[in-house]
């Protein structure tokens, strides 16, 4: 009898709770004007022959020790340690330019065609 009114008492407790509802994490690290732009990159979609010319950053994981993984184009690449003053962004070499770029997670690249390609 102990252990049904113990049972009782607690499944009366269960029902008598409100689930918890988990908010989501939403978007971090952008500014509004970044997250309207990537949201209309992705609503714009794009064919193949400008999809092979766009460099982006789809993940960065960073070990203890510092050493980075980072995903262009979904390939894994390793990055180095990070900056210190942009941790969550990632310096992209692009073909021509002699100054890499640093693009954060999400965000894409046009790669201007090369002279001969025009």
Do not use: C, H
């Not at 113990?6 to 690290?29: D, H, K, N, V």
């Not at 794009?46 to 460099?55: P, W």
């Not at 990055?79 to 693009?103: L, T």
Request: aromatic share 4%; net charge positive; glycine share 12%.
């Amino acid at each position: 009898m102990k252990s049904f009114s113990g049972a009782l008492l607690i499944a009366s407790g269960l029902l008598a709770t409100p689930p918890a509802q988990a908010e989501g994490l939403g978007r971090l690290f952008f500014t509004p004007e970044q997250r309207a732009q990537l949201e209309y990159d992705n609503q714009k979609g794009g064919n193949a022959t400008e999809s092979s010319r766009i460099l982006s950053v789809s993940g960065i994981v960073q070990k203890r020790g510092g050493e980075r993984t980072v995903w262009i184009n979904g390939v894994p690449q390793i990055a180095g340690a990070s900056d210190e003053r942009a941790p969550e962004s990632v310096p992209v070499a692009i073909p021509g330019q002699s100054q890499p770029v640093k693009v954060k997670v999400g965000q894409k690249v046009l790669i201007a065609p090369a002279a001969e390609e025009r």
